[in-house]
Nanobody
Framework: QVQLVESGGGLVQPGGSLKLSCAAS????????MSWYRQAPGKEREFVAR????????NYADSVRGRFTISRDNAKNTMYLQMNSLKPEDTGVYYC???????WGQGTQVTVSS
């Protein structure tokens, strides 16, 4: 069955970095655009970044552009999110998503706090 498993979250100080991973299985990963979303406490889930199936077209939310980098390794069926210069407002649960199929992972918690 389809599985999306996020990992790499944790507690980091403002200005720090984290790299999230999303391991995919149960579908043809290399055929699909993939996305990252996040949900802060008390807020709606919001778009963070998107990458096309080939990995050469990316889009970012204005709030993370220039600080976050989305990438993928189709040989490993894995998508990544490198997060630099983290801010307290980046705190939330980060989810990977297959937009055209409605697949979601269980999420990984990112907390940015001193």
């Amino acid at each position: 069955q389809v599985q999306l498993v996020e990992s790499g979250g944790g507690l980091v100080q403002p200005g720090g970095s984290l790299k999230l991973s999303c391991a995919a299985s149960g579908f043809t990963f290399m055929s699909y655009t993939m996305s990252w979303y996040r949900q802060a406490p008390g807020k709606e889930r919001e778009f963070v970044a998107r990458i096309n199936n080939g990995g050469f077209i990316t889009n970012y939310a204005d709030s993370v552009r220039g600080r976050f980098t989305i990438s993928r390794d189709n040989a490993k069926n894995t998508m990544y999110l490198q997060m630099n210069s983290l801010k307290p407002e980046d705190t939330g649960v980060y989810y990977c998503n297959v937009p055209t199929r409605g697949y979601w992972g269980q999420g990984t918690q990112v907390t940015v706090s001193s």
